[in-house]
Every structure is written in C-alpha cells, then in structure tokens.
C-alpha cells in the first residue's frame, strides 16, 4: 500500500512538473512579461497585429495615447483583471489559430473603449451628448461614426 501511495505522488509530480514546465516555456517564448508594460510595440509581437500597430502609428492618436490608454480600463484592478482576461483570450486564440481576420475588438473590449473615449474628451462629450439628447437621437459607440481615430486606415 506504501509503495503504491509513493508511485501515485511520484507520477503526479512528474505530470504537474511537465505542465508547469510547458507553461513557463510558452510564456517565456511568448514574451508574456513585456505584457506588463504599457509599451505599444508590445501588441505587435504577435505578427496577427501588425496593422492595428501600424495604423495607430499612422493616426492622430498615436501622440497622445498608447493602445492601454484606449483599450484598458484606467483603475489598476479593473486594468489587471483585463489584461488577464485578454491575455488567456488572445494566446488561445492565436494558438490555434482561431480569430477573425482581420481581428474585430469583442463587446467586453468595445465598452472599455467607449469609456475610455468619454474619460479622455469628457468636456466635449457633455455638449455633444446633450445635444444629441435633446434631438431625439439614440447613443451609438463613439467609434460607430469615429472608428478611424485610433486606428487610421493602411494603403
């Protein structure tokens, strides 16, 4: 019975050690500490982004705000439980391979951006909201009529 119980634990640690080991490969490989940093290169070491990259280079934004600006929410815990969340989310997807081309921001993604847009043109915002209220006009996602701002189209 000893014996058994010995070989369980033995097989169980080898198999814990290999997963783990795997794990800290892929996120050594996969440069997952510079995840940390508010660097916008960093969202172009997957090659899948290179054009959101390059076109916020090309964009009018590019001198005022970094790709955590827009697309991360701006209190510390919020911003951490996001970039968790996008980092599972985006290393499965860009494992197997399985996003649309060319990559759409989802809806969890599209509310952060709108706050953020609010956050960042708070005073214009006020007016412009206002005044659309007052016309009877239903609110849109700021990027319905603004979606080359941050990101401006590659020839």
Request: glycine content about 6%; charged content about 15%.
């Amino acid at each position: 019975m000893r014996k058994s119980y010995f070989k369980i634990n033995y097989v169980l640690a080898f198999c814990f050690g290999i997963v783990l080991g795997l794990g800290m490969f892929v996120f050594y490989y996969g440069e997952g500490f510079s995840y940390a940093s508010s660097d916008p290169a960093v969202c172009a070491n997957c090659h899948a982004m290179n054009h959101q990259y390059d076109s916020w280079i090309a964009s009018g934004h590019h001198h005022v705000a970094t790709c955590n600006d827009c697309h991360m929410p701006s209190t510390s815990f919020n911003k951490l439980l996001a970039k968790a969340l996008n980092g599972w989310n985006h290393s499965v997807a860009f494992t197997l391979e399985n996003y649309h081309r060319p990559i759409q921001i989802k809806e969890y993604n599209k509310n952060i951006l709108q706050r953020n847009c609010i956050r960042c043109h708070q005073a214009l915002m006020e007016d412009t909201l206002l005044n659309l209220y007052k016309e009877g006009h239903s609110m849109n996602l700021c990027i319905h009529c603004h979606k080359n701002i941050g990101h401006m189209p590659i020839q």
